[in-house]
């Protein structure tokens, strides 16, 4: 994801806008002060946030036959360790080629999971399998939804903190001031990740 400032003579107002690709364009008028603008991003944060956790059209990469039974051998074993050590359930699994998505999960409990992951870091394919063990409990990206999958994270990955990516990860989940500072840091890679 990247900021774009844009100063347009044509615009009466300050607008937002966020692209497919998770770009977040921030257009104001020419006589309107860059700090105010900037401002008025910060004041729509929340509304922000949500429509990038909407992205989940993340275009995952395309994968040989070696990485797709990899991600086969991979996948499946660290969604059951995971789904053991957060106490969320799932029915079943499969690892798929999915075009535009990371994972999925049905109302059976049915996890979907991108075999593209294998070619993530590992920690995103973890943050990715922990958001669909979410969905076992609430199957909207709705408050809810979101106070579990920080609170998981938060616990799942607090094991990981030495590790020098996890711990600048946690890092910059204490400096910042998103609602749920961990899942927002997890997402900034994420989105990077593409
Ligand atoms: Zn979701």
Redesign the pocket.
Known sequence: MSLIVRRSARLRRISIRITAKGDVILSYPWLCPKSEALRFLESKKDWVEKHLSRI?SVSPKEIADEDFKKAVDYLPPRLAEISGFCGLEYSRVSVKNMHTRLGSCSRDKHISLAASLILRPWYLADAVII?ELC?TVHMD?QDGFHRLMEEKCIEWFSQYKEDPEIGAILQEALRSRARYPLSHALRRRQLKAL
């Open positions: 989940s958001h969905h990206h």
